[in-house]
């Protein structure tokens, strides 16, 4: 934080590397470090199903086990359809959204001063965790609204996709516009909901962090709490990635179900 005002010193911190301009405006920390998440989840679990054996399992195999094991009953529990894609989805949806969550836990200086020293540009900005960007969170809920449609139409045809958003909740010809109005705030409200939930959450999170560095320069007897302060807060924001990370993929396996649902109105 040396030479630089607290209020310069947080809005480093809350600020994008970005190419572009305008609409096509990109935030290459979050792309950069939502893609190193991606690689290091692939690159794990292929390591681990390359290595695994039909005897005892090491521990990394059985971690992998249980998880894959864990989210498969979640998934068979809420989805009631073939589960060949949706499984799949909700795993890489809970590994990859709890990885880049996970990086908030990196100090929050660190990540920047280690691209200062790489690059000799103290004053690049960079924020590393990709879920506390509008972008990714929306990214990721408006791929889910994707597939609600998709499953609705596959499930129902697209007669039954029209009956459901025009005849439903009230089943006359009369009431298409109301019931058009309803269902659509309805469904539109699912990936909204899905991205500002686990921006919010992590947005804070991060703000937290870098509220409490900032106190660090306060005065002595401050500072002198800064780092159990940090630990602190760290502990409990691990229930806070986790959750998140779990509540994301657990939604979206309840949308997709509701969305399959063959049921008529």
């Excluded at 990721?140 to 609204?145: D, N, P, T, Y």
């Excluded at 045809?157 to 029209?162: E, H």
């Excluded at 439903?168 to 699912?190: D, G, M, R």
């Excluded at 691990?238 to 993929?249: G, N």
Aim: proline share 4%; with cysteine; glycine share 6%.
């Amino acid at each position: 934080m040396s030479g630089q005002t607290s209020i310069e010193y947080i809005q480093h911190h809350l600020t994008y590397l970005t190419a572009g301009d305008g609409f096509w405006t990109f935030n290459i920390d979050t792309l950069l470090f939502s893609f190193i998440c991606g690689v290091i989840f692939l690159a794990f679990f292929y390591k681990v199903a390359k290595k695994s054996t039909s005897g005892v399992p090491g521990k990394l195999q059985c971690a992998v086990e249980m998880t894959v094991e864990w989210i498969e009953g979640i998934v068979k529990e809420n989805f009631h359809g073939k589960r060949e894609v949706v499984a799949p989805l909700a795993l890489t949806i809970f590994v990859w959204v709890l990885l880049m969550n996970t990086i908030d836990l990196v100090p929050v200086d660190y990540i920047p001063q280690l691209v200062a020293i790489i690059t000799g540009d103290h004053h690049i900005p960079v924020r590393a965790v990709p879920t506390t960007d509008m972008n990714m969170t929306f990214a990721l809920s408006i791929s889910v609204f994707i597939l609600i449609l998709f499953y609705t139409i596959k499930s129902k045809g697209i007669k039954g996709f029209a009956k459901e958003y025009t005849l439903h909740p009230f089943n006359h010809w009369a009431f298409i516009p109301v019931n058009l109005i309803l269902e659509s705030v309805t469904l539109i409200s699912k990936p909204v909901s899905l991205a500002l939930r686990l921006f919010g959450n992590m947005y804070a999170g991060e703000l937290i962090f870098i509220l409490i560095a900032v106190m660090y320069s306060a005065n002595y007897f401050v500072a002198g709490l800064g780092i159990p302060l940090q630990l602190a807060w760290a502990i409990f924001h691990i229930l806070v990635i986790a959750l998140q990370a779990f509540v994301f993929m657990m939604l979206t396996v309840v949308y997709l179900s509701i969305a399959y649902n063959k049921a008529e109105h």
